[in-house]
């Protein structure tokens, strides 16, 4: 639970009272490997925030499975736009590896808004979140070429670049897969230049 106040600690400074009617809230949701979280078609009904492992949100597009959303610890994940609607969810939720998920349902986390001012502004702060992730996603799609997508991606997210398979982040990034193969073996063989020459000085 710490690590969920760390992050919270980011935007908004709860007291100890203020984290602990999270906490009578909230539950540990471990997960196996390719666990589905949440389906498309149901209503969301959690938040999830990772305290360790991958997940990914996808959903189905003549059979292929196209990622829309792919993070590792320290991230919030649910269909954001099922759970605020309350309408079906569009896409699945899934892990990619065994995780381990600190939840809390829509109820109860309305109820530490109803109750709570420094709790509205988590709200506030939730769907902020969320938009601006999305819109920055959306906007690094179409604006970098794939090389300087991968790059960036490899920056912001090195812990997972073996952990997750790599039919998902060429999905995730639009990428074809073998486009996704030759790139990544390139940036690598640089990096074991780069590595080897520092090492000879």
């Given at each position: 639970?710490n690590?969920f ?9 709860l007291s ?33 925030f990772?305290l ?26 649910g ?5 605020f ?12 590896q065994?995780?381990?998920?600190v ?19 988590v709200?506030r ?12 996603q ?5 604006r ?14 090195p812990?997972l ?30 990096t ?10």
């Amino acid at each position: 639970m710490n690590q969920f106040r760390q992050f919270l600690g980011n935007f908004v400074r709860l007291s100890d009272a203020e984290f602990a009617l999270f906490e009578e809230k909230a539950f540990i949701k471990n997960c196996s490997k390719n666990e589905i979280i949440t389906r498309a078609g149901e209503v969301e009904q959690y938040f999830y925030f990772v305290l360790s492992g991958v997940i990914h949100h996808y959903f189905l597009k003549n059979k292929e499975m196209v990622t829309t959303e792919l993070v590792g610890k320290d991230a919030i994940v649910g269909s954001a736009v099922s759970f605020f609607t309350q309408k079906p969810s569009p896409y699945f939720v899934q892990t990619l590896q065994p995780s381990v998920l600190v939840g809390i349902s829509k109820t109860n986390l309305e109820y530490l808004y109803a109750n709570n001012r420094n709790w509205q502004r988590v709200g506030r702060m939730l769907i902020s979140f969320f938009l601006v992730k999305q819109e920055q996603q959306y906007i690094d799609i179409l604006r970098f070429p794939i090389r300087e997508r991968l790059i960036r991606f490899f920056n912001q997210y090195p812990e997972l670049i073996n952990q997750v398979p790599q039919t998902r982040v060429a999905s995730y990034l639009k990428i074809k897969p073998e486009t996704y193969t030759r790139i990544k073996h390139v940036l690598n063989f640089k990096t074991e230049l780069i590595n080897t020459s520092s090492l000879k000085e």
